[in-house]
């Protein structure tokens, strides 16, 4: 049998969607602080320029940003983001793109390309009179590009532009979309790598700059359409078809190479993912330690180089790490493990080093945590000891005040078995010895006594 739903909670239900609906909407309205639409691309187009102040802040970030990359200080990489002005040119090509103004595109691709020619050639310049030449920690992170970077860059755009096209301008939001989006540090490396002539260290830094750009610009054009900014209008429909499909063909120029290299970077980061937890899993050997491993992506053929220490691996042991390799995805990757004499082999003295602190400290973390629970048992015991000790000189002389004809005294805590049972019971044993015989109203005036005294329900008194 079916029952139909009564119209009126049909209706009911209908109208509280639609309140649910509005209110959620109404939450997340762009409209309500919008900047007009025309300061807007006045704002940003004004960003786009390269020339006098602009220009000179440039190069002064580009400075403090190789500075830090060269002496590996995190805050100094900060502080160079913060003054850098690259993303105005970013963003007037995602608001070219989204308003159909191939004249803006154009004007934003020249001047980036003068900011990204200039931050090369000083970047390039500081690295080349730099007395330190060895690549730290922060510039060697800036080589290897993951789809993580894409994907902040993406969302530092959403929240730049949509921060840009505020009438109240969100003063913590701007920094904070320079510092993520990391646009001056990729520039850097890639001088770097000019100045060292390493043509891996720029491909790989250039190409996350182009990645992050690319992001941000695309951000920009999404919040554009989502606002609905008014297309630029042009004096023909001929004229207007012809820019726009000029700036489409462009733009699927510069989005089918980028999405293929994000496919490959997500691939890239995969493969590393996996192999980090293939290596910390299964790296574990009786009488052999791993002091380090090298994960090589490729698209036709990636390898995973271990360097093993200790006794060799048998051949069935390594035949086994092969056969689990599948079940982390690493079905096509080459096993290479580097063991026995590393006379031929280069070997990683850091790797070496810093595997062996580890085994110390974490030796020594092991032996301070156990001596540290020694100490609070015994601490434990001490103060349990404190607490149930029995005061056995004030309890005689305060006895002696109530029987003067006491001559020998003791108490003790003590443990009692019984035959039936493996649970010990606490009972106080006490001691006395008199000098004459005392009634059982006396001893039980002792006992009453004793129990006040020491707040103890179990006492067993022995008097001779």
């Known amino acids: 049998m079916i029952v139909n739903e009564p119209k009126q909670h049909k209706s009911q239900r209908t109208d509280m969607v639609a309140q649910i609906g509005s209110q959620l909407r109404e939450r997340f309205s762009l409209e309500e602080d919008k900047e007009n639409e025309e300061n807007i691309i006045q704002s940003i187009s004004r960003g786009i320029e390269f020339r006098g102040a602009n220009l000179w802040t440039l190069i002064f970030a580009i400075f403090i940003a190789s500075i830090g990359l060269n002496v590996n200080s995190t805050a100094v990489i900060i502080g160079a983001m913060l003054i850098s002005p690259l993303m105005g040119p970013i963003m007037g090509i995602g608001l070219g793109i989204g308003i159909n103004d191939l004249l803006m595109i154009q004007r934003a691709l ?13 970047s390039t310049i500081y690295f080349l009179i730099s007395p330190l030449h060895i690549a730290q920690s922060e510039l060697l992170a800036r080589t290897s590009p993951t789809v993580w970077d894409a994907f902040i860059a993406f969302v530092g755009g959403l929240a730049g532009i949509v921060a840009g096209t505020r009438r109240d301008k969100v003063t913590n939001v701007i920094p904070g979309v320079a510092i993520a989006t990391a646009l001056m540090p990729p520039l850097c490396t890639a001088g770097y790598g000019l100045a060292t002539l390493n043509l891996y260290y720029f491909a790989s830094a250039f190409y996350l700059f182009l990645i992050n750009g690319v992001c941000i610009s695309l951000a920009t054009f999404l919040i554009v359409r989502f606002l609905g900014f008014h297309l630029k209008e042009y004096p023909s429909p001929e004229i207007e078809r012809h820019v726009r499909n000029t700036i489409w063909i462009a733009v699927f120029v510069v989005l089918i190479p980028s999405t293929y290299l994000g496919y490959q970077i997500v691939r890239k980061t995969i493969f590393e993912q996996e192999a980090k937890r293939f290596v910390t899993n299964e790296g574990n050997f009786e009488y052999r330690q791993v002091i380090g491993y090298k994960a090589y992506y490729n698209r036709r053929q990636s390898t995973l180089e271990l360097t093993v220490v200790g006794e060799p691996l048998p051949t069935d042991s390594v035949n086994s790490l092969r056969a689990r390799m ?11 493990i580097k063991q026995g004499s590393f006379k031929d082999t280069e070997v990683d003295v850091n790797a070496i080093t810093n595997t062996v602190t580890d085994q110390v400290i974490k030796y020594s973390q092991s032996s301070i945590a156990r001596k540290d629970q020694i100490i609070d048992s015994l601490n434990r015991v001490i103060a349990t000891d404190k607490n149930t000790r029995v005061p056995v000189m004030d309890l005689r002389n305060e006895l002696k005040t109530l029987m003067p004809d006491v001559q020998t005294f003791t108490a003790a805590n003590s443990l009692v078995m019984n035959a039936r049972s493996n649970t010990p019971d606490t009972v106080m044993l ?15 005036r002792i006992e009453r006594w004793l129990q006040q005294r020491t707040k103890s329900r179990k006492i067993k008194l022995i008097i001779e």
């Not at 020249?110 to 000083?122: E, F, Q, R």
């Not at 599948?326 to 290479?336: E, F, K």
């Not at 006490?430 to 039980?444: N, P």
């Open 110 to 122: 020249k001047n980036l390309s003068i900011a990204a020619g200039i931050s090369l050639l000083t």
């Open 430 to 444: 006490v001691y006395a010895k008199f000098s004459r015989r005392h009634t059982t109203a006396e001893r039980r």
């Open 326 to 336: 599948p079940a982390y995805g690493l079905d096509d990757v080459s096993l290479v």
